[in-house]
């Protein structure tokens, strides 16, 4: 048996999105992503500077701390021994620590979401994930006026509690994909093979070609000419309706900011770089191939 009427009963939740639609903004505007220092805040939240959703490493600091309280807990019921409750109330307090960092980086990657189902799950998510710290925190104050019992139970509530927000989680990443590299599945042709007359490039235009089935974003300035892959790694976003911004080009969806020279990422929510692509001109052909690096 699955939870999946969960995720099912969600998508019918039409009331939830003047709600996300508010939130987004107002949860960017409190991180400090979107004011003149953004980028780089945002940069530090999404993971950027990892190549990874630093959201989904920070996950597994609550889960483990609060899956090794629930042990000591039961330890602590069945023995009675007091060193395992102290380290049980110890594993929450380090949980709800990593439960800030955790929270703060999923809010800065869902504030870049766009409407629809996986936005309305990634609020409930959230909910869910603010509902089971709520539960650590009541579980702790519990703890500490001796009611150890009625602590121990608010505990086993928060960890179900978020394990169902961690299944949703899952769903995002395993179904919707968000947090994966969308270009992973892209492969460029190993050998040249010419996609456009050299002569219907324009300068700065960003001009979308095909390459053995690999969508690819030519551009031209002055003697150079870039290619890099077209699909956008965040969420699939087309590059070529982007905007070229000097050597670089930023995606039309949720504004990752793209390298043409390397494929690096200079501004998220994306955290994985694009492909680039080897150019050469013959016989009038532009003709591409995979890179070297
Ligand atoms: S698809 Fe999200 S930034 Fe490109």
Known sequence: MTINFLVEAIKKQDWLEPIAEWLQPTIAAALGTDGAVGPKVANILHGTWLGHPFHVVLTDVPIGCWTAAAILDALEAKTGSRAMGRGADAVITAG?????????????????????????????HALLNATATACYVASLCLRRSHSRRAGRQLALLGLIVSGVAAYLGGHLVYEKKLGVDHTADHSPPEDFVPVLPEAKLLENQLRRVDANGMPVLLVRRGQRIYAIAETCSHLGGPLSEGKLEDTSVRCPWHGSCFSLEDGRVIEGPSVHAQPILKVRIRDGQIEVRKSDR
Not at 109 to 115: A, E, L, P, Q, T
Not at 118 to 123: E, F
């Open 96 to 124: 709800l620590v990593g439960a800030a960092g955790t929270a703060i980086t999923g809010l800065a990657d869902w504030s870049k979401i766009g409407g629809g189902e996986p936005r309305r799950i990634g609020l409930t």
